[in-house]
């Protein structure tokens, strides 16, 4: 017990040089794990029978059909019960580079089952929507009229037409998107499942004749995508984007062709960019034609993927500060670009760092930037600091993933984890009761929506977390799918692999149905409580004032009542806001510190934290007696 006094006794003193921001290093692997269940919220359709978000149910079970086609399937974007295409095959295509980067950190986590679940998911219900070569739906709901309500997935009575590109209605940024996602995912699949590769290769070669051959911007065919996902940036880069990807799935030099052909004029060499996204995908064919350089692949077009390779360093410089156009960041160091759901630009840059870190890391070079040489290990720092960010290492100490950590958004702007879930609660949620009886509670969510980024903090680190602040408490799917490999990575650290050999995704263990997760007994919070054996005793032992806020120190001991000796104790520990010493953190839980392993009858352990507010919440989750 000495060092832990010494410990505590440092306390003050490095309390106010730490606070607010969380000290504790992160669980990657529990944020991974996390950040892939959000996806099984997002789903539509009939949901499968190892659906592990137990609160939802079937939805959407007549899309399509009045086109005579099945739609029936996919992912919400967001909050809404929209299925919109462009940023559905960008999240595939995402969650599929993840895997092709990191499948083997994520096999070892347990999670690259999960994560291919996900990313099929999404492809067989591009299948579905791809039911002639030169016919793709590209969305299916309003969001004008979805928007004007406010039900569950379950009860939608909203209108769900569904909406087309064809060649008399391109969309080339649509199609070439799609065309992307079913290349990369054809490299998921290609080892545990090489038919169903072989399927996704053949409408990804389709729609990348229909984008290409058929050119025009997708929101001027669907028109009522141009409220909530207008295309921009134009169709260009999802033309270089795609190609990159069916080189990549492929080796067919046709597709290399039409990157050294087509990359002056159709800006993969011009953009110099600091943004990544659902609709900007240039920095991301630039750093995927950087790799396709670093492995010699380039030949004759050497000089065109010279210049790739320069505007995909100009956007890793301006990340990490040291281009001659850096990007903004908070006064707390995160990314910012837009106060709309800035989250996105920020998983999707560190993903971009992340892999690039290890490009020129496995090719033995260094980033070249305005500044001089930077080591690899910067860019990949970078990625960690924002991630970290996210995961509450930040000035108001939240983690931005919902169900990580103690304090995390509980009202997110998302329709079906804001009402009661249908399997609780049948009763019909009419579209404008919703808005009435839950978008206006101001208590948290009934249903936890576990894994999901939302939109995230102002320019000036500031966020409130309340279900009509949409701009910063709304999830996306495209918020998630670029963590997954940053996670990924950073949960496995580099185990000296060649990031530039070919890629080969490991065939996943079997994903089998999960056990429920023991619900804890809950203790009510307070200076003394108590589970059976365990009784709980905490109060303020000093107090002190740093930058104009109060910050308590809070003694907490737990003492045996019983005649037998603990063991395998846990206690769970929620609306704790700051650092904590002695004990062991494990997952959501805390358990014995690492110099005692039992607590013998009558005795008693403590431990103390540090936060700016009342006692947090203390309860027993489990222990035994021997």
Request: positive net charge; glycine residues 10%; aromatic residues 12%.
């Amino acid at each position: 017990m000495e060092k832990f006094v010494r410990l505590i006794s440092m306390v003050p003193l490095f309390i106010l040089l730490c606070l607010p921001s969380a000290l504790a290093g992160h669980d990657y692997g529990q944020a991974l794990s996390k950040s892939i269940l959000f996806f099984e919220a997002q789903r539509s359709g009939y949901l499968p029978h190892n659906q592990r978000v137990t609160w939802r149910s079937n939805s959407g079970l007549q899309d399509g059909k009045a086109s005579g086609v099945d739609l029936v399937g996919g992912y919400y974007d967001a909050g809404d019960n929209v299925k919109f295409g462009l940023p559905m095959a960008f999240t595939v295509t995402m969650m599929s580079w993840s895997i092709i980067e990191y499948g083997k950190q994520m096999a070892a986590s347990g999670e690259l089952g999960h994560a291919m679940e996900a990313v099929k998911w999404g492809t067989d219900y591009f299948i579905k929507a791809h039911p002639q070569p030169n016919v793709l739906y590209g969305e299916v709901g309003d969001g004008n009229s979805d928007h004007y309500c406010w039900q569950r997935p379950e009860d939608m009575t909203t209108d769900r037409h569904a909406y087309k590109i064809d060649p008399s209605n391109p969309g080339s940024d649509l199609a070439g998107e799609t065309a992307a996602a079913m290349a990369a995912a054809s490299i998921v699949f290609r080892r545990s499942n090489p038919a169903y590769a072989s399927e996704l290769l053949r409408h990804a070669h389709q729609l990348f004749d229909l984008a290409d051959r058929y050119r025009g911007k997708y929101d001027s065919s669907i028109t009522v995508a141009q409220k909530y996902y207008r295309s921009i940036s134009g169709y260009n880069d999802e033309l270089l984007w795609a190609a990159a990807w069916l080189y990549h799935a492929t080796d067919n030099q046709y597709y290399l062709s039409y990157l050294g052909n087509n990359g002056d004029s159709m800006g993969g060499t011009g953009w110099s960019m600091t943004e990544f996204g659902w609709d900007v995908k240039y920095a991301g064919v630039q750093t995927l034609v950087s790799k396709f350089m670093m492995q010699g692949k380039a030949g004759r077009y050497a000089p065109v993927f010279e210049r790739y390779q320069q505007k995909a360093e100009n956007f890793m410089c301006s990340c990490i500060g040291k281009g001659t156009r850096n990007v903004q960041k908070t006064p707390g160091g995160l990314m910012f670009r837009q106060r709309w759901n800035n989250l996105q630009f920020v998983t999707s840059a560190s993903f971009l760092a992340t892999v690039y870190s290890d490009y020129i890391s496995s090719s033995g070079r260094y980033l070249k930037c305005a500044s001089g040489s930077v080591p690899p290990s910067l860019l990949l720092s970078f990625a960690k600091s924002q991630v970290d960010y996210i995961l509450g290492d930040n000035p108001r100490a939240t983690s931005y993933m919902v169900g990580y950590g103690n304090n995390f958004p509980r009202q997110v702007h998302h329709r079906a984890s804001s009402i009661v879930s249908y399997k609780e609660n049948p009763s019909f949620v009419s579209c404008r009761g919703g808005y009435a009886t839950w978008f206006s509670r101001k208590a948290s969510d009934p249903n936890l929506l576990s894994g999901a980024i939302v939109g995230g903090p102002d320019a000036y680190d500031n966020f409130a977390d309340e279900r009509d602040n949409y701009e910063q408490t709304e999830p996306a799917t495209y918020n998630n799918a670029p963590l997954l490999g940053t996670l990924a990575r950073l949960s496995g650290g580099h185990g000296g692999y060649n990031q530039l050999l070919p890629v080969v995704v490991p065939t996943p263990m079997p994903v089998s149905q999960p056990k429920p997760a023991p619900q804890p007994k809950i203790t009510p919070a307070g200076p003394v409580s108590s589970s059976g054996a365990i009784a709980i005793d905490q109060k303020v032992t000093n107090q002190w004032n740093a930058k104009g806020k109060t910050y308590y120190r809070y003694s907490v001991f737990v003492t045996n009542k019983s005649t037998k000796t603990i063991k395998d104790f846990k206690l769970y520990i929620s609306k704790l806001y700051g650092p904590l010493w002695g004990l062991n953190k494990y997952g959501d839980s805390y358990g014995f510190p690492s110099w005692i392993n039992s607590l013998p009858a009558g005795k008693s352990l403590e431990f103390v934290y540090i936060h700016s507010t009342s006692a947090a919440e203390v309860s027993v989750s489990s222990y035994t007696l021997a």
